[in-house]
């Protein structure tokens, strides 16, 4: 079972990565980073030593999570390239986003539809600072990060219209962050307010880690008994609940294995039992 420590192939094919880019100099490298540990989790450039130490140190303690983090991003991957391709989608707004990394949703998208325009979101003020200082050689009228807090989801709007024409259909990303909402019904009422501000056609693509695996329950639990940034594990029926109202893209809210597999993706099926407690889908609004 890979630990998190051992290269695991790219989940998408991105092309040229990136280069290295020096943070902004209000960012404490000495101290590590949740949007960096998850870059390097995902095969980034865009973390050091302290989070590279961190992420090692938790992929080691806690099995199956660097699984579940690379699962995510073939699904977003997949998921984005039939938004752009399928559904005719333009834009997205991509809510908690952390650091661009290998595979980012502008890149997965313009290449798709070329164009497209992508909004950023994360609440962070450092992680903000570092992706736009990466995010600076793209676009700047089409491809932003922008400072916001999905808990006021009136505001954010607001600032994403900057960007995004919020009269044209939207696809919304919220990549496994409503389970650090900590309330369900708080959780249900954003994505509801979220969507309500969009029109027809707008598509939500949503997922998150279930309860439905017994040795996960039991790790989350330890880790949020002491972290900052507690995540709280839903039904399957919950997660799909994030859905109410939309027309399901088959086939519908499953586990993201399953989730219109590339037939050349051997970890799909390779990971398939591991990770089948992350669930999730798209959906569009009628």
Wanted: aromatic share 6%; net charge negative.
């Amino acid at each position: 079972m890979n630990q998190g420590v051992a290269p695991i192939p790219a989940p998408v094919r991105p092309g040229p990565a990136a280069a290295v880019t020096d943070p902004p100099p209000e960012i404490d490298t000495t101290l590590p980073s949740h949007a960096r540990v998850w870059n390097h989790w995902l095969g980034g450039m865009h973390n050091f030593a302290v989070d590279r130490a961190a992420g090692n140190r938790l992929a080691a303690d806690n099995p199956g999570l660097v699984e579940r983090v690379r699962t995510t991003r073939h699904f977003l991957a997949r998921a984005v390239r039939h938004l752009a391709l399928d559904e005719g989608v333009r834009q997205f707004l991509d809510i908690g986003s952390g650091l661009p990394t290998a595979g980012n949703t502008h890149q997965i998208a313009r290449r798709a539809a070329p164009g497209a325009r992508v909004v950023y979101v994360d609440n962070d003020p450092r992680t903000v600072a570092y992706a736009r200082s990466l995010l600076a050689p793209t676009d700047p009228e089409s491809v932003t990060c922008l400072l916001a807090d999905l808990r006021e989801p009136d505001a954010l709007l607001t600032a994403a219209s900057r960007t995004l024409d919020l009269s044209s259909p939207v696809a919304l990303v919220l990549s496994g962050i409503l389970g650090h909402v900590s309330a369900y019904e708080e959780a249900c009422g954003i994505v509801a307010r979220l969507m309500a501000a969009l029109p027809s056609g707008s598509c939500l693509l949503s997922h998150d880690v279930s309860d439905t695996a017994g040795d996960w329950r039991t790790i989350q639990a330890r880790h949020n008994s002491t972290a900052d940034l507690a995540y709280r594990l839903r039904t399957p029926e919950q997660i799909a609940g994030y859905f109410q109202g939309l027309r399901l893209v088959d086939p519908g809210v499953v586990p993201l294995t399953a989730w219109r597999p590339d037939t050349d993706d051997p970890y799909s099926r390779e990971w398939a039992g591991l990770v089948a407690d992350v669930v999730g889908g798209v959906g569009r609004k009628p």
